[in-house]
């Protein structure tokens, strides 16, 4: 058994728990901090660092990271402070802990704990796409089960406007939309999505997948679609998974 520490960094809240890499079940409770504002690199290795004595975890860490990251470097920074373009995210968190440490975007790591473990087990055939609604929009996309790393499909245009500034979790909240105008939104989305990639399957993650049953009758798209099963906690165990690697 593989026991790693997985790291889920949002716009909101940094979460982190002790993952069994065989059964993606977490070892130790999970803890949730507060993303710092600015969410600049050395508060933010600070947090980590919290949360690696929290677990008193000296293993390797696994980060799932809301920005395009690419063999460690982070390469956007759509909801987190502007300072991190051009960071090596695995640098910066390994020095603060002490840990070995690799990151990966946020939602290939969800992805990766769904295809594993949830609503794309035992799919190894054919095009699946995951889309995380959180305060952005992530995405990524396994065809025969691989993974094609950094898939932005987030800040498609939708309606002259960046579509995670419309149909994001976030976006729901701040505007106060109903699930009805959210719903709609998102079916938007969905469809511009579809017609772009003809994925054989539609997972959609992100917090707000615990609440499908609330909008899920204004989605009415071509394709098959489900809810995530690993809700909340798909990030930190894919981290954890992409770790192991
Ligand atoms: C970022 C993606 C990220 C997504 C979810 C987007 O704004 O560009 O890299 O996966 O938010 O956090």
């Known amino acids: 058994m593989a026991e790693i520490m997985g790291v ?17 079940e977490f070892i130790k409770d999970r803890k949730k901090l ?6 600049k690199p050395e508060a933010m290795a600070l947090v980590v660092k919290e949360l690696a004595t929290h677990f ?14 690419k063999n460690g470097i982070c390469y956007t920074a759509a909801n987190i402070h502007k300072s991190w373009i051009g960071a ?25 704990a769904e295809m594993k473990f949830g609503a794309g087990k035992g799919i190894d055939n054919g095009v699946v796409l995951v889309l995380t609604l959180g305060t952005g929009i992530g995405s990524a996309i396994f065809v025969n089960g691989q993974l094609l790393p950094n898939l932005e499909l987030g800040h498609l245009e939708m309606g002259g406007k960046d579509a995670e500034k419309q149909a994001s979790a976030n976006v729901k909240e701040t505007k106060k939309l109903t699930w009805k105008e959210w719903g709609k939104r998102v079916n938007d989305y969905l469809k511009m999505v579809e017609n772009l990639i003809y ?7 992100g917090g707000v997948s615990s609440r499908y049953a609330k909008y899920q009758q204004f989605i009415n798209i ?24």
């Open 56 to 69: 008193d975890w000296h293993g390797k860490i696994g980060v799932g990271f809301p920005t395009v990251v």
């Open 34 to 39: 507060d993303t710092p504002r600015p969410s």
């Open 222 to 245: 071509r394709t098959r679609i489900v809810p995530a099963e690993l809700m909340n906690n798909a990030g930190i165990i894919g981290a954890a998974l992409a770790a192991l690697e």
């Open 88 to 112: 090596n995210i695995e640098g910066v968190f390994g020095t603060a802990t002490g840990c070995l440490v690799k990151a990966l975007n946020d939602a290939d790591a969800a992805g990766m």
């Open 8 to 24: 889920d960094v949002g716009g909101s809240g940094i979460k982190a728990a002790i993952v069994d890499t065989d059964t993606g």
């Open 199 to 205: 994925p054989d399957l539609i997972i959609l993650g």
